[in-house]
Nanobody, 120 residues
Framework: VYLVESGGGSVQAGGSLRLSCVSA????????LGWFRQAPGKEREEVAL???????KYADSVKGRFIVSKDVAKNTLDLQMSSLKSEDSAMYYC???????????????WGQGTQVTVSS
């Protein structure tokens, strides 16, 4: 599984961005898929998890503002982010891994990340 993220950029608070994660070899129907983020000086944290049954779990900090969608035909996992806040600024990573959990250590395939900067 080789993952590539895109769609990051700079936006003002209250704005929106759509991140996309594509895997040329497929995302894997038996993998958990996740979006994570890491701000400078902070630990990598979970943003959203897409499990093998198609259920989605969001971190409390993004509930109601972020939406994950998967397109099997395109091998993409997108993250639509709305009502962005300055605290959403971070490097965002797409990840895939066996269905064990949704801590960063549970995922063994990672993209290179895409930077999101939200100015207030």
């Amino acid at each position: 599984v080789y993952l590539v993220e895109s769609g990051g950029g700079s936006v003002q608070a209250g704005g929106s961005l759509r991140l996309s994660c594509v895997s040329a070899g497929g995302l894997g129907s038996r993998n958990y898929l996740g979006w994570f983020r890491q701000a400078p000086g902070k630990e990598r944290e979970e943003v959203a998890l897409y499990d093998t049954e198609g259920r989605i779990k969001y971190a409390d900090s993004v509930k109601g503002r972020f939406i994950v969608s998967k397109d099997v035909a395109k091998n993409t996992l997108d993250l639509q982010m709305s009502s962005l806040k300055s605290e959403d600024s971070a490097m965002y990573y797409c990840a895939a891994g066996p269905p064990m959990g949704w801590r960063p250590c549970d995922f063994n395939y990672w993209g290179q990340g895409t930077q999101v900067t939200v100015s207030s």
